[in-house]
């Protein structure tokens, strides 16, 4: 009896711990999981990535802007696009699929996070055969991950990601 009172103790006490559904931000990823969001089509490309930064606390942010084949901004929803972020190392992959073509290569890209204080390293590659582009980044350790996806109803759709300690 002692025992099974016991057992109920501990997982009602590990039940408390975690946070509860409702307070957890959408999009929002603190350890290791991942996010899928935009609709699939013939074919896209990456326009730009913007990269800024908080000026009174450790955040920033990157914006991916999107745009069709012909690399014209794209309107409405983003492509296709799945976001996994792994804790060790700490890192985040970011799949685009049927995303063929970049206005930005790997070294423009490294060029702009030279000075994140959350980015260590990056990675552009692209796949002929899916025609798909991977940026991998590299963070620092206990980095939080925030993706979220705005339509491209005044400009081109963007993926956005903020990231932070």
């Given at each position: 009896?002692k025992l099974i009172l016991t057992l109920c ?16 931000e959408k999009g929002l990823l603190l350890g ?97 055969e899916d025609k798909g582009m991977l940026v ?30």
């Amino acid at each position: 009896m002692k025992l099974i009172l016991t057992l109920c103790l501990l997982v009602l006490q590990s039940w408390a711990a975690l946070p509860s559904k409702l307070k957890m931000e959408k999009g929002l990823l603190l350890g290791a999981g991942f996010i899928t969001g935009g609709k699939a089509g013939n074919g896209f490309s990456i326009l730009d990535i913007r990269h800024s930064t908080a000026k009174n606390e450790v955040r920033e942010r990157l914006v991916f802007e999107m745009g069709d084949m012909y690399m014209r901004p794209l309107k409405g929803s983003p492509p296709y696009f799945h976001v996994e972020k792994k804790t060790n190392p700490s890192r985040i992959d970011i799949s685009f699929a049927q995303t063929g073509v970049s206005k930005v290569d790997e070294k423009t890209l490294m060029q702009k996070l030279k000075r994140s204080a959350l980015v260590r390293d990056v990675r552009m590659i692209y796949d002929p055969e899916d025609k798909g582009m991977l940026v991998s980044i590299d963070l620092k350790p206990n980095a939080w991950v925030k993706v979220m996806e705005s339509q491209g109803a005044q400009g081109a759709a963007k993926i956005v990601i903020d990231l932070r300690q």
